[in-house]
């Protein structure tokens, strides 16, 4: 089975700096990523996809993230952060079922808060 | 458009009760995904549906069940309720694009057993 590693549990920074949460992948071949987003009391929107298309993956409200294959990594990073994203990141592994289709498998999150 | 939409948003049960949670995926989505998320944790996979066949099935017991309906909505139902189940129930609906699918999400049941 495949498995992500989101290796902060907690992250803080400064509004207008720069965002980075880890993320490492365990596959056996070329994996589905995903990074995902929750704000308190709120479902998931999805932020951004690694299609294999390209390394380099933009997705919504400026964040993106590079799959690196030698790293096996999928970081996800945003230039200037601010207020609006505070909140839990879930970095994603989609896996194959047996009858067809994927289940989603998360990381235990990484909680962004952001400082004035 | 409108997105995956479930109900209810709150629901208080006592121990031993019974749950029906729906679902109502994106129009066009024909698979539907539930996942539990108890608090603290990032979510876990439940079931998929796809065409009203269930296509997987995650480490949860038999008491927790679901069927797709032709309308491609769906019901979560979860018997002998325990203060365990106690989570946000996530609903996804799914499209495929060159061979990947991606999930959606809704805003999700919040169930308290109580």
């Known amino acids: 089975a495949q498995s992500v590693t989101q290796l902060d549990s907690h992250v803080s920074v400064s509004e207008g700096t720069p965002v980075l949460l880890r993320c490492n992948y365990s596959s056996s071949y070329s994996p589905s990523l995903f990074w995902y987003v929750q704000h308190p009391n709120k479902g998931l929107q999805l932020l951004l996809k690694?299609?294999?298309?390209?390394?380099l993956v933009k997705g919504i409200n400026g964040f993106e993230a590079e799959f690196k294959k030698s790293e096996t990594s999928f970081h996800l990073t945003k230039p200037s952060a601010h207020m609006s994203d505070a909140a839990e990141y879930f970095c994603?592994?989609?896996?194959?079922?047996?009858?067809?289709?994927?289940?989603?498998?998360f990381g235990t999150g990484t909680q962004l808060k952001v400082e004035l | 458009d409108a997105g995956v939409t479930q109900s209810p948003t709150h629901l208080i049960k006592t121990r031993g009760q019974h749950v029906t949670l729906r679902c109502s995926p994106i129009?066009?989505?024909?698979?539907v995904s539930w996942y539990q998320q108890v608090l603290g944790q990032g979510p876990q996979f439940i079931f998929q549906?796809?065409?009203?066949?269930?296509?997987g099935r995650g480490n949860f017991p038999d008491r927790f069940s679901a069927r797709q309906f032709p309308n491609y909505s769906s019901e979560l139902n979860v018997n002998a309720l325990l203060l365990g189940d106690s989570a946000l129930y996530l609903c996804?609906?799914?499209?495929?694009?060159?061979?990947?699918?991606?999930?959606?999400f809704g805003p999700g049941t919040r169930l308290l057993v109580l």
């Open positions: 690694y299609t294999s298309a390209a390394t």
């Open positions: 129009s066009g989505h024909k698979s």
């Open positions: 549906y796809y065409e009203k066949e269930e296509r």
């Open positions: 996804a609906s799914s499209s495929w694009d060159r061979g990947q699918e991606t999930q959606y």
């Open positions: 994603v592994v989609s896996d194959q079922l047996t009858g067809g289709g994927n289940k989603l498998t």
